[in-house]
């Protein structure tokens, strides 16, 4: 029976009783309750049961000494068909304490960290250096150990490094103490080894480097070191902290005033005095550690505007406008030549030229006056843009483009963010193409030469870290164009690069905006959408693009002018999530739900099981063994269900995007060899994925699926479908942007459903890249004006 009251005593470990008991984690010991010097206290021996959630740092070995808070109870054990109760403390709190005195000798004679040693050994280190004994392992001093008799070069060596592992430990459970998590504090020894506690007590706040959140570093800082508050070092990290954060948010060059209101809430503080001014202590604080950041070198502040970037930011942006800026000044004369192709607007010129303009037409290119432009505009620059919306015939330009290139002899690299994007890519200019991560990756940039394009696919997902790396791993004479749609949505990592190129007035870019394909509902929608306009839109479920407010009466119903009239109020999300099933269910092989959010009943995870157990429901389950159930549980996944890949795995050809199928699970599991014959893994089920290619699923592999009836639209950017079906609901995450990268991915139809005002208010207010603080167009301006 448990006692709510918490006892606290002190452990020396005689015996481990279970690792990870329950399958949960932890451990259970038992051993002898004992004074601070080491003296068993009145016979009191317990069992201690400790949680996985604890997170012990070290393992738990014979000899160790243990502090433990928990509440007692009595374990009831049976041996040999005798019931023995048995004192129990079921631990809330834990930590290691190193043993002093002769009772070292326990420790590293029994301990397995100190494999070798024994007990003669243990006993004679103790009776050669005493208490310098501990000394000496603190120091590493590996070289005096091994001269005491019997303990080889090798054994003190690894008596060194176990004895480290302690004090790492005791590092650890200080920080763990101030919130700090256990990765942090590993990562932070792994960096500095044995010199953290001098570099911790140096500046406490490097802690922010190993991804240690500001609370908990500021607490450690001020509890462990007494720092106030105005102390430089605080300052300087919490400036730090403040402009990694905005970095993450997107911002790469945010204004004084949103860094001096960052600054002022975290330095905020409720230590001062019952009288003081804490706004104006916050205020004052943030002044002077925007002061510091400067002095220091983290901040780089242009001096003729008021836009600060972090130094790492600055390093990037500054490099890409300068590699933008050399290949525009580039006068090499191997460039194509020009391409003078007549139309309507211009004269004829001399025949041979006219042939070359007619090549494309008579191979199955009609490119109208715009294209040949936009072609003219990249076949003549070392860089270029092309950019335009849906349907208005970037691939059957690049088509043309790509002969011309294979006539002049020039090579052609296609690549794209995403792999899914890739393969859509591959597919439509029948060339080979990869992912941008790929192409850094492998060698072939740097191999390649003047007689080199690389095509850059849905470029408006760039971020200024990608488009950095390509700059630095990008020949200068190689050419690049970058193709994309600055109204799709920007990109998840920090910057814009696409979306900032396109309106600066020096960069060549071939725009088109004519939309090509007569009839286009979708394409014309979108266009409405880019401008701002939220249009009229059927309440039909069968028309090409329809906003449905719920169940659906198959058109019927007259909607209401968005102009004129309020809007139809919006159904419940439930019964919306209820009409996306059924819209999902009529075409299921050729239709993709797109969402906004990942939680909420219009979100992924909701929809994803909703549209399962429509689809799949009755279909076989994936099953894998559980030593933890000792039985088969289920995987979530079922038979025939759609997955998609969260995660690389380049050596099988899957990528973080890639689109499958489950078509088979095998019962049992189906071994796997490889190359040379040798068993290497087992297939529970088999996956089609959308490059035609058959794979195996792993246990291994298992995690880093999920199911694909919904996906985010983040995740759909690059690619397309037949019918997408597309919940709108307000979110902070709902954007002009959004909606048209949703509508743009389908095919034949775009069904929406939910809150038209939402969608309405959302179109008509600036796309969120609009809020991004970024300064490459600036840093473009700078080096093309020098």
């Not at 997107?250 to 949103?258: D, K, S, Y």
Request: glycine residues 6%; charged residues 20%.
């Amino acid at each position: 029976m448990k006692n709510l009251q918490t006892v606290q005593r002190r452990i020396r470990v005689s015996s481990i009783r279970s690792v990870n008991p329950i399958g949960q984690g932890g451990y259970i010991f038992y051993g002898a309750a004992i004074q601070i010097d080491g003296t068993a206290i009145n016979n009191e021996h317990f069992v201690v049961s400790v949680p996985n959630r604890l997170h012990i740092t070290t393992a738990v070995e014979v000899g160790q000494w243990w502090d433990v808070s928990g509440t007692p109870s009595i374990y009831v054990r049976e041996h040999n068909g005798i019931k023995i109760p048995e004192s129990q403390i079921d631990a809330t709190d834990i930590k290691l304490a190193l043993p002093n005195g002769r009772h070292i000798i326990t420790l590293l004679a029994y301990s397995e960290r100190f494999s070798g040693i024994g007990i003669s050994k243990a006993t004679r280190l103790w009776e050669t250096y005493g208490e310098r004994l501990y000394e000496l392992l603190k120091d590493g001093r590996a070289d005096l150990i091994a001269s005491v008799q019997g303990i080889s070069d090798v054994a003190a060596k690894a008596l060194v490094s176990g004895w480290k592992t302690y004090g790492d430990c005791t590092v650890i459970q200080r920080l763990h103490a101030y919130g700090i998590p256990h990765s942090v504090a590993e990562n932070a020894i792994s960096h500095f080894e044995d010199k953290l506690e001098e570099a911790l007590a140096d500046d406490p706040y490097r802690l922010l480097s190993f991804s240690g959140s500001w609370r908990g570093v500021d607490a450690f800082a001020k509890g462990h070191y007494q720092l106030p508050a105005d102390d430089t070092r605080r300052l300087r990290g919490a400036a730090e902290e403040v402009l990694y954060r905005l970095f993450d948010e997107g911002h790469t060059a945010p204004p004084e005033h949103l860094i001096l209101r960052r600054l002022q809430l975290l330095l905020n503080t409720t230590d001062s005095a019952p009288n003081y001014d804490t706004s104006n202590a916050a205020n004052n604080l943030s002044a002077m550690a925007l002061t510091q950041a400067q002095e220091h070198g983290i901040l780089v502040t242009a001096q003729d505007r008021q836009q600060s970037q972090q130094m790492g930011a600055w390093v990037m942006e500054s490099s890409i406008a300068r590699a933008i800026a050399e290949r525009l000044s580039s006068t090499s004369s191997d460039l194509l030549t020009p391409l003078y192709i007549p139309t309507s607007e211009m004269p004829s010129t001399p025949s041979n030229v006219q042939r070359s303009a007619t090549a494309g037409t008579q191979k199955g290119f009609e490119l109208t006056t715009e294209q040949h432009h936009a072609l003219q505009t990249i076949a003549h620059h070392r860089i270029a843009l092309l950019s335009g919306g849906a349907g208005v015939g970037k691939t059957t330009l690049l088509k043309a483009l790509y002969q011309h290139f294979d006539e002049a002899g020039v090579s052609v690299i296609q690549a794209s963010i995403a792999g899914r994007a890739a393969q859509r890519m591959k597919e439509a200019t029948q060339r080979p193409a990869r992912t941008l991560a790929s192409l850094l990756y492998s060698k072939d940039l740097h191999m390649a030469d003047g007689q080199t394009i690389v095509v850059i696919d849905e470029a408006s997902m760039l971020d200024v870290i990608t488009m950095y790396r390509l700059c630095q791993a990008l020949p200068m004479e190689v050419r690049l164009l970058l193709v994309g749609d600055a109204d799709q949505l920007m990109p998840v990592g920090p910057g814009l690069v696409f979306h900032e190129l396109v309106d600066h007035p020096r960069i060549p870019h071939g725009r088109l905006t004519q939309i090509m394909r007569h009839g286009n509902e979708i394409a014309a929608f979108a266009q409405m959408i880019r401008k701002g306009v939220w249009p009229k839109v059927s309440q039909d479920e069968m028309s090409p693009v329809a906003f449905i407010h719920g169940q659906s009466d198959g058109g019927k119903q007259r909607r209401a002018d968005v102009r004129n009239q309020a809007l139809p109020q919006a159904p419940s999300p439930h019964a919306i999530a209820e009409t996306i099933v059924r819209l999902y269910m009529k075409a299921p092989e050729s239709t993709q739900i797109l969402c906004s959010l990942r939680n909420g009943v219009l979100g992924v995870r909701s929809l994803n099981l909703m549209c399962q157990a429509s689809a799949t429901g009755s279909a076989a389950p994936l099953r894998i063994w559980s030593d933890v159930e000792d039985g088969f549980v289920n995987t979530g996944f079922r038979l025939n269900d759609p997955v998609v890949c969260i995660k690389n795995f380049w050596d099988i050809g899957i990528l973080n995007g890639s689109l499958g199928r489950l078509t088979k699970i095998e019962e049992p599991p189906y071994p796997l060899n490889d190359e040379e014959g040798n068993l290497s893994g087992f297939a529970i089920a088999w996956v089609e994925w959308d490059d035609g290619e058959r794979r195996p699923v792993t246990e291994a592999l298992l995690p880093s699926l999920e199911l694909a009836y919904a996906l985010t639209v983040h995740k759909a950017q690059g690619s397309q479908w037949p019918i997408v079906i597309v919940p709108v609901a307000p979110s902070r995450l709902l954007d002009r942007s959004l909606i048209y990268t949703a509508v743009t991915r389908a095919q034949n139809q775009a069904i929406l459903l939910g809150d038209e005002l939402a969608a309405q208010l959302a179109v008509q207010r600036p796309p969120k890249s609009k809020q991004r603080h970024t300064a490459l167009r600036q840093h473009l301006f700078d080096q093309l004006d020098e």
